[in-house]
């Protein structure tokens, strides 16, 4: 919900979104179906493999709607870093020497 802070500030109309995704770990797919200033309806779209999310917010651009109010376009590129776990388990965390990385599978 965007707030007024001051008089001549810009302000940025209210969103709400419910998304469905189905996720496993190399693959991702949502689809946001978005509320933009209470009366406007939007869909999006974004699909993840491995670590490059590609997505839309505004799904219709690509259909010719009527109405059209913008383009979206947008990627990601995220990587993991592994944590490891210690060999005894001590209170303040463990020692570089201690440690013991677990693959993923």
Same mark, same amino acid.
């Given at each position: 919900y965007g707030f007024n802070l001051a008089p001549g500030s810009l302000s940025r109309p209210a969103q709400l979104s419910i998304t469905p995704r189905y996720e496993t770990s190399w693959f991702e797919a949502n689809l946001p179906v978005s509320? +933009?200033?209470? +009366?406007l309806v939007r869909m999006g779209l974004s699909l993840r493999f491995y670590y490059l999310t590609i997505g839309t917010e505004k799904?219709?651009?690509f259909f010719n709607f009527r109405n059209f109010s913008g383009l979206d376009f947008y990627f990601t590129f995220h990587f993991f870093l592994e944590k490891g776990n210690c060999k005894k388990q001590k209170q303040k965390g463990c020692l570089d020497s201690e440690r013991k990385f677990s693959s993923r599978k």
């Open positions: 509320f +933009y200033d209470w +009366y799904l219709g651009q």
